[in-house]
């Protein structure tokens, strides 16, 4: 389903494992999108799940948001460039980095046509606003 809800700000500071797990995450999402194509970085995705990891564990779900909270004050000094496909990819190294996982979504609207990606926990839209994903259809998610 579609997001409803929009990440809330950080509530704190970055700890050392979480710069450190942000710093990975940039990296390998810069090689990756240097070196493979679109469909070996999905493959990518798809094999690195945490199995169980999006289920809807209450504490999960609050530790995925808080990490995705301290990676948006972490990312203004990310070497990886602004688009959506890889913004949402960077997170979801940082998140799985920190043992936690969420939903890669891509999704399309028809006019005029464009595509979109973002992460999801739940409801909840972790790297970009419900109101601008909420023009978006959902067609796959990772």
Same mark, same amino acid.
């Given at each position: 389903?579609?997001?409803?809800?929009? %990440?809330?700000?950080?509530?704190?500071?970055?700890?050392?494992?979480? @710069?450190?797990?942000? %710093?990975?995450?940039?990296? /390998?999402?810069?090689?990756?999108?240097?070196?493979?194509?679109?469909?070996? @970085? =999905?493959?990518?995705?798809?094999? $690195?799940?945490?199995?169980?990891?999006?289920?809807?564990?209450?504490?999960?779900?609050?530790?995925?948001?808080?990490?995705?909270?301290?990676?948006?004050?972490?990312?203004?000094?990310?070497?990886? $460039?602004?688009?959506?496909?890889?913004?949402?990819?960077? %997170?979801?190294?940082?998140?799985?980095?920190? $043992?936690?996982? /969420?939903?890669?979504? !891509? $999704?399309?609207?028809?006019?005029?046509?464009?595509?979109?990606?973002?992460?999801?926990?739940?409801?909840?839209a972790l790297d970009d606003d419900?109101?601008?994903? !909420?023009?978006?259809?959902? !067609? =796959?998610?990772?």
């Amino acid at each position: 389903p579609k997001p409803t809800l929009d %990440l809330r700000g950080a509530a704190r500071r970055p700890r050392p494992r979480e @710069i450190a797990a942000g %710093l990975l995450a940039s990296g /390998a999402a810069a090689r990756d999108f240097r070196r493979l194509d679109f469909a070996r @970085i =999905l493959e990518r995705a798809r094999r $690195g799940r945490q199995p169980g990891a999006t289920s809807h564990d209450a504490a999960h779900h609050e530790a995925v948001l808080d990490a995705a909270a301290v990676f948006a004050v972490l990312r203004p000094w990310s070497p990886v $460039g602004g688009a959506c496909l890889k913004r949402s990819y960077q %997170l979801l190294g940082y998140l799985r980095r920190l $043992g936690l996982d /969420a939903d890669w979504v !891509i $999704g399309v609207r028809t006019w005029p046509f464009m595509a979109h990606c973002w992460l999801q926990s739940g409801p909840v839209a972790l790297d970009d606003d419900v109101e601008r994903l !909420i023009a978006y259809t959902p !067609i =796959l998610a990772v």
